[in-house]
Nanobody
Framework: QVQLVESGGGLVQAGGSLRLSCAASGRTFSRYGMGWFRQAPGKEREFVATINWSGGNTYYTAPVKGRFTISRDNAKNTLYLQMNDLKPDDTAVYYC??????????????????WGQGTQVTVSS
């Protein structure tokens, strides 16, 4: 059974930075693409970024491109999201997710079958 545990959220002023981590267990981490999604109050969960199994390919939603960086350490079974120049619109609960299929990764919620519990990120103006 896959377990994903996020950490690193918090309260930060606009323009600040945070680094989220997601510790994974239960499946061979290095075989699966990973992603970050977020959900703001009253809104649906939306895609933020994905990374393939090796870390060689990444993809971002337009609003975070150039500010956020997704990365992974397969030796530590850990996924990261470095968030710089944070804006109030980035306020949300951030979730990490693992791809449904080994050696594949997508950007839709349906492409992922394992989810963490989420970590709150709040950006004040």
């Amino acid at each position: 059974q896959v377990q994903l545990v996020e950490s690193g959220g918090g309260l930060v002023q606009a323009g600040g930075s945070l680094r989220l981590s997601c510790a994974a267990s239960g499946r061979t981490f290095s075989r699966y693409g990973m992603g970050w999604f977020r959900q703001a109050p009253g809104k649906e969960r939306e895609f933020v970024a994905t990374i393939n199994w090796s870390g060689g390919n990444t993809y971002y939603t337009a609003p975070v491109k150039g500010r956020f960086t997704i990365s992974r350490d397969n030796a530590k079974n850990t996924l990261y999201l470095q968030m710089n120049d944070l804006k109030p619109d980035d306020t949300a609960v951030y979730y990490c997710a693992q791809s449904r299929t080994a050696y594949d990764v997508g950007t839709r919620r349906a492409d992922f079958d394992s989810w963490g519990q989420g970590t709150q990120v709040t950006v004040s103006s």
